[in-house]
C-alpha cells in the first residue's frame, strides 16, 4: 500500500501562481546494490511522474535510479479554472498509483 | 623472566597505580589466545609484535582507512586529503616527539594500561570486553606495527 | 610525608572537581538532537509536509481506524473516533504494567492491546504498521514534554537503565556514556555528536532512507562499536528506553526527527 501527501491550496486567485507539493512512500531501489548474501537487488523505482490540470500537463518527469527514496517534489502552476488537478506515478512494474485534489479558483 | 599476565582486574590497578606515580613500574608479560605475546615494560611496549618495524606508507593508510584502524574519526591527524577529522582524541600532529614508539605501541594495543578510563579503544585485545561481535583483534600485529611506524614519523608541528 | 599528603589531597581535589562537574551536567537542561543536526536536515524535519517521517504518521492514522483480529475492533473504537483522547499519553511511555509485571514500551503496549482486545496477531517489532502506529501515536504527543515514571517498580528498571548506558561493550568497548555524555558537541568525522536522547523517535533516517524505531537506533549503535546487538525489545533495550526517557524529562517530543 502506498502513502501519498500532496499539498494543493483550496482556493486561489484567477491568475495566480501557486504552489504544487508532493511526497509518496517508494524504496526507489536503484538495482545497484546487493543484500547480505552477495545477492544483487532487482531495481524498484517510480519512473515518471506526471501532473495534469483539468486535463493540461502541469510537469512530467522521467525518474532515474539516483532519485532518494520517498521522492518529494514541488513545483508551481498559474491558476486558470476551478477543476482536479491529477498526479499519477508509475512504477517500474507498471502499477500505476493515482490522487486527485480540486482546486477552487476566485 | 617476568610472571604470566596478572588478571585483568589487577593488570588495570597496576595500570592506575603507575598512573599515580606518573610511570607504570612494573614489567609484565600480556598473553591472550590466539595474540602474539607482549611484554609492557615501564611506560611502553618496546618489543614490536611482529619483531620486526612496521611500514609507516602503509600505516598511514590504515590511519586513514574506515574499514583499518580509521584514527581521523577520533584524531585531528596530518591527512590533508581527507576531510572532517574527528576531536574526541588529541590531535596526533607531532605525536612522534610526544610519545617514544614504544609508548605509541602499548597505547594502540591497549591504552587502558596508561588510563583505565580512556575512551579509545584497545586495538590488540580480545579477552575483558563485553558483548563482542566477532573474536578477533580490531587490528592484526601487523597492522599495528604500521600504525606505530607511521605515527613515530609524526614530527614537529 | 609531605608528599603523600599532597598527592592525597590532590586527589581529594580532582574527586571533588570531577563530581563538581557531573552534577552540573545532571543539572543542565537536556538538549534536542535537533541541536545537533546540519541546517538542511533541521528544515526537512521541521517542515510537516516535506518531512518524509510524515508517510507513517498518516499511515498509522489510517490504521488507527482500522478495525483488525478476531473482535474485529479499530484503536478508534476504544481510544476516540478522530484522534487518540489521550494523546499525551504516548509522551510517557516505557510505563510499568503492574498486571504483567513488567515494564511496557509503545511498540508493546499497542500488540499488547493488538493480542488481547483487537484478538489480531502482533505486529512483528520494526515493521511498517507498528513503526506506523508508534510514529502516530508519538507525533499526536509532539510538543508535549518527555515525561518518565522512575517511581515505584519503574525506579529498578530506570537503574538498569543506566547500567546499560554506563557499560562498556563491543571491540571497541565503549558505552553510551563515552560519547552521548563526555563528548556531546564534539566530532566523529563529519557527525557531530549529540546526547542520544530520544525525543524525536521513530525518527526517519536519511542514510537509511527509512523511520526506525529507538530500538534499531540502539541495535546500530551496538554494532557500530562492535558489539553484539540485542533483540529489538529487548529488556535491556526497554530498560535504556526507559532511562533515556528520565535523562530526556522536559524535551519537547518532536516525532518524527529527521537525521542523517
Not at chain 1, 17 to 39: A, K, W
Not at chain 1, 47 to 65: K, L, Q
Not at chain 2, 19 to 40: K, M, N, W
Not at chain 3, 108 to 120: F, P
Request: glycine fraction near 8%; include cysteine.
Amino acid at each position: 500500500m502506498t502513502t501519498v501527501r500532496i499539498r494543493v491550496p483550496s482556493t486561489v486567485k484567477q491568475g495566480e501562481l501557486f504552489e504544487i507539493r508532493t511526497l509518496i512512500q517508494h524504496p526507489m531501489e536503484s538495482g545497484q546494490r546487493v543484500d547480505d548474501n552477495g545477492r544483487p537487488v532487482p531495481r524498484k523505482i517510480l519512473r515518471r511522474f506526471v501532473c495534469t490540470y483539468n486535463g493540461v500537463e502541469v510537469i512530467a518527469a522521467d525518474w532515474h535510479p539516483a532519485v532518494a527514496s520517498n521522492p518529494y517534489l514541488a513545483f508551481f502552476a498559474r491558476a486558470g479554472e476551478s477543476g482536479s488537478i491529477e498526479f499519477a506515478w508509475t512504477d517500474d512494474d507498471g502499477t500505476l498509483t493515482r490522487e486527485t485534489a480540486t482546486i477552487q479558483v476566485t | 623472566m617476568s610472571r604470566r599476565r596478572p588478571p585483568w582486574g589487577a593488570a588495570l590497578a597496576a595500570g592506575v597505580a603507575a598512573l599515580s606515580v606518573g610511570a607504570l613500574a612494573e614489567t609484565f608479560d600480556v598473553r591472550e589466545p590466539s595474540l602474539a605475546p607482549y611484554r609492557i615494560e615501564g611506560t611502553g611496549i618496546a618489543r614490536p609484535l611482529t619483531g620486526r618495524a612496521g611500514d609507516p606508507a602503509r600505516g598511514r593508510a590504515i590511519a586513514r582507512a574506515r574499514t583499518g584502524g580509521h584514527c581521523i574519526l577520533c584524531h585531528a591527524m596530518p591527512i590533508p586529503e581527507e576531510p572532517a577529522h574527528g576531536d574526541t582524541g588529541p590531535d596526533l600532529a607531532g605525536v612522534g616527539d610526544r610519545l617514544s614508539g614504544a609508548e605509541i605501541r602499548l597505547r594502540i594495543v591497549n591504552p587502558k594500561y596508561v588510563l583505565a578510563e580512556s575512551m579509545m579503544p584497545a586495538y590488540y585485545r580480545i579477552e575483558g570486553l563485553h558483548r563482542v561481535a566477532a573474536g578477533r583483534p580490531l587490528l592484526g600485529a601487523e597492522d599495528v606495527e604500521d600504525l606505530v611506524a607511521y605515527l613515530a614519523t609524526l614530527k614537529g608541528r | 610525608m609531605i608528599l603523600f599528603r599532597l598527592s592525597h589531597g590532590l586527589v581529594a581535589a580532582l574527586v571533588l572537581l570531577t563530581t563538581g562537574v557531573a552534577q552540573g551536567d545532571d543539572r543542565r537542561p537536556p538538549r534536542s538532537g535537533l541541536e545537533f543536526v546540519a541546517p538542511g536536515l533541521r528544515q526537512l524535519q521541521e517542515d510537516e509536509f516535506a518531512n518524509p517521517g510524515m508517510l507513517w504518521v498518516m499511515r498509522g492514522n489510517q490504521l488507527w481506524r482500522e478495525p483488525a483480529g478476531a473482535a474485529n475492533k479499530s484503536c478508534a473504537d476504544c481510544h476516540g473516533k478522530e484522534a487518540p483522547e489521550n494523546a499525551g499519553a504516548a509522551a510517557g511511555y516505557p510505563r510499568f504494567d503492574a498486571a504483567r509485571g513488567r515494564p511496557v514500551n509503545l511498540e508493546s503496549r499497542i500488540n499488547l492491546c493488538r493480542t488481547e482486545e483487537m484478538r489480531a496477531p502482533p505486529l512483528a517489532y520494526e515493521s511498517e504498521p507498528l513503526l506506523a502506529l508508534t510514529a502516530y501515536f508519538r507525533h499526536a504527543a509532539r510538543s508535549q514534554s518527555m515525561v518518565a515514571d522512575d517511581s515505584g517498580a519503574m525506579t529498578a528498571v530506570v537503574a538498569r537503565g543506566r547500567q546499560v548506558f554506563e557499560q562498556r561493550r563491543g571491540a571497541f568497548d565503549l558505552a553510551c556514556r563515552h560519547c552521548h555524555e563526555l563528548n556531546v558537541g564534539k566530532s566523529l568525522r563529519e557527525e557531530r555528536i549529540s546526547e542520544g536522547q530520544s525525543n524525536g523517535f521513530p525518527t526517519y533516517r536519511v542514510s537509511w532512507q527509512t523511520l526506525v524505531s529507538l530500538h534499531r537506533r540502539f541495535q546500530a549503535c551496538d554494532t557500530a562499536v562492535s558489539a553484539e546487538p540485542l533483540a529489538l525489545g529487548h529488556d535491556d533495550y526497554v530498560a535504556l528506553e526507559a532511562y533515556l526517557a528520565r535523562r530526556g524529562t522536559g524535551l519537547a517530543i518532536e516525532t518524527p526527527a529527521v537525521r542523517r
